[in-house]
């Protein structure tokens, strides 16, 4: 009996007629599969039962690891074959970013001169669900050698891998998500969640908090949060709009104008912020149709402003600009000496906000 290929042949157009494109013909059409829904539900049924069993292994063996990982003085190596050391990039990559220095080397590449990275200052985990990992167990004794530390992530406790760890982390599962039992699913599933127990045990041990995290992460959103300062952000110099306590409403209405904040201060002699005028401030004073060129700027100015000190983290400005409606802050020193100056505007360009 001639069996039917699994590929098909489509000619292409405006070529040789020789020239073709081989694609692979699905057994059956999407519609004939109505049971995929299920079949998808069920996945994460069963890996979501394989990490909640994890729970039930939180014990002595996890807390030996914790504590082989902070008295590290050195850095921790994550390393695993296959599926395994695409978990371990991913464990390595989130212990690095909460405090604890970490990377990924490649089994293959560390039995070819990669373990010269390897101290006896340092932790290597080893990640393999069998705990037979022909390439893992090839570098062990090398790296116990070096006198590092090792820990073992693997599905069976009894395996060569985890008698030979200092401490073994069991991440087996009762069973794979993949209907034939072969692919790893939950197994890795089970790998990660262990790697960010242990990342965020460590986090909190280490008492690491957010602006760690934002140094760690100065492209983000959060580290431009946490990491920017009003001084980073506000005008200084020629660029402050301000004018002297003896100064007219027209003199404002022109420094307004030549600096482009919505905004002048009002200070005295030594720079002291005396008062603040704004947009705002000008449209209600032409309400009253004053003469502008006789009007003192004090007589009509906002005193006692609101402002903010240059060390102040721009975020905070931006919350006191929301809290009192307002678009403009002067920045002052300790001495409350007109330092710079900084609107709304400046904040969205910085992506405080």
């Known amino acids: 009996m001639r069996h039917r290929s699994p590929f098909t042949e489509v000619p292409q157009k405006n070529s040789d007629p020789k020239s073709t494109v081989i694609i692979l ?19 994460l049924i069963i890996e979501a039962d394989a990490v909640r069993a994890l729970t039930q292994r939180i014990d002595d063996n996890f807390l030996r690891a914790l504590n082989l ?24 990559a989130t212990m690095s970013s909460t405090g604890t220095p970490a990377y990924f080397v ?9 373990l010269g990275m390897v101290t006896a200052q340092d932790v290597f985990i080893a990640i393999s669900y069998s705990g037979e990992s022909d390439e893992l167990l090839t570098i062990v004794p090398a790296v116990k050698r070096q006198g590092a530390h090792l820990i073992s992530l693997t599905g069976n406790p009894q395996s060569s891998l985890a008698q030979a760890a200092d401490a073994h982390l069991d991440g087996s599962v009762a069973q794979e ?7 790893p699913t939950a197994s890795t599933t089970a790998a990660l969640a262990l790697g960010d127990a242990l990342a965020v045990a460590l986090l909190d041990a280490k008492g690491f908090g957010e ?16 990491l920017t300062h009003v001084s980073d952000v506000m005008h200084t110099n020629a660029s402050i709009p301000s004018v002297p306590n003896s100064a007219t409403l027209a003199d404002a209405v022109l420094e307004i104008s030549r600096k482009g904040l919505g905004m ?16 705002g401030d000008l449209r209600r004073t032409l309400e009253k149709k004053v003469d502008f ?3 003192p700027v004090n007589t009509v100015m906002s005193k006692n402003p609101r402002s903010i000190g240059p060390d ?42």
């Open 25 to 43: 013909r699905m057994n059956k059409p999407l519609s004939a599969a109505p049971h995929a829904l299920d079949l998808a539900r069920q996945v």
């Open 69 to 92: 990982i902070l008295a590290c003085k050195g850095r921790v190596i994550v390393s695993g074959m296959g599926k395994s050391g695409h978990i371990a990039r991913k464990i390595a």
């Open 106 to 114: 490649h089994p293959g590449e560390a039995s070819h001169g990669d």
């Open 177 to 183: 998500a993949c209907p034939m039992g072969l692919a």
């Open 211 to 226: 602006e760690d995290f934002a140094r760690s992460h100065p492209g983000g959103s959060l580290g431009r949060r946490l």
């Open 264 to 279: 002048t201060a009002i200070v005295d002699d030594s720079k002291h912020l005396l008062g603040i005028y704004t947009d």
């Open 293 to 295: 060129s006789t009007t």
């Open 312 to 353: 102040a983290l721009a975020v905070d400005a931006v919350q006191l600009m929301e809290k009192y409606n307002i678009s403009q802050l002067p920045v002052v020193d300790a001495n409350k000496r007109l330092v710079g100056a900084l609107n709304m505007h400046d904040l969205l360009k910085a992506k405080v906000i």
